[in-house]
């Protein structure tokens, strides 16, 4: 495994698409409905509240990035070996 480049994972978290290059296609994919339901909620109390939407993002983008370069720099793997 690489370290994921973190600059690139914020530039996708600003269009809520940091957790599928983050963490794959099944966190990526709930990570993204996730913003999108809270995106709809919070347009209908007020639309001064979307900008959370993109803070969460952008925090958990580079919650998930950084556990994945600690991961491969300490070289503890998930992955099982025969």
């Known amino acids: 495994m690489e370290k994921k480049n973190m600059v690139i994972a914020m530039v996708l978290a600003l269009f809520s698409l940091g957790g599928f290059y983050a963490a794959g296609l099944k966190k990526g994919a709930m990570l993204f409905f ?23 993002s952008f925090y958990i983008t580079y919650k998930w990035t950084k556990e994945h370069n600690d991961a491969v720099e300490g070289n503890t793997t998930t992955e099982a070996h025969v």
């Open 34 to 56: 996730g913003l999108w339901i809270l995106g709809l909620v919070l347009m209908q109390v007020s639309d001064s509240l979307l900008p959370i939407v993109t803070i969460a």
